[in-house]
């Protein structure tokens, strides 16, 4: 049985149908064709897959699609404004915060998030808030750098 759905994504209103079980995260790259969220674990244990529901980080590994019907969901590719890419993507790329990329678009919508709520963190919020993504490349140093910068480039826009 399939389920009519409405999802805002990246701001738009999309309107797609998805059997009960589809997860959020296949509705976005198969149904709707937005492959910038990847699937790493489908456990919610790696990160990859976080999208922001109404602002918030949510794993859309876990999350199925006919449960956020209506609601506002933003993906990596939804991040970048009209002036190119966000502040949060800057410092990443500034920063050399990636390296395979794989992990990337998790920690994006993660930051994003964190920065939103917590414009100053502090090293240990900082590492506290992206300890839910894992990247298995970096070893994180210049992804905590790229927060911080980040943190910077948005207050300076501010």
């Known amino acids: 049985m399939e389920h009519e759905i409405t999802l805002v994504v990246n701001g738009a209103a999309r309107r797609v149908s998805v059997p009960a079980r589809r997860l959020l995260s296949d509705c976005l790259r198969h149904d709707l064709g937005l492959t910038g969220t990847h699937v790493g674990c489908e456990h919610g244990v790696c990160g990859c897959c976080t999208v922001l529901l109404d602002g918030q980080p949510v794993r859309s590994c876990l999350t199925f699609a006919v449960t956020v019907d209506g609601r506002e969901i933003t993906t990596v590719e939804g991040l970048a404004g009209p002036d190119g890419l966000s502040p949060v993507q800057r410092a990443f790329a500034e920063c050399h915060g990636l390296q395979c990329g794989f992990c990337t678009p998790g920690f994006l919508c993660t ?18 808030g ?27 826009e501010a």
Request: net charge negative; with cysteine; aromatic share 2%.
């Open 111 to 128: 930051v994003t998030a964190l920065l939103a709520e917590n414009p100053a963190p502090t090293e240990e919020e900082v590492l506290e």
């Open 130 to 156: 992206v300890s839910g993504n894992l990247c298995r490349c970096t070893g994180y140093q210049n992804i905590v750098k790229a927060v911080h910068r980040a943190a910077e480039l948005l207050a300076e």
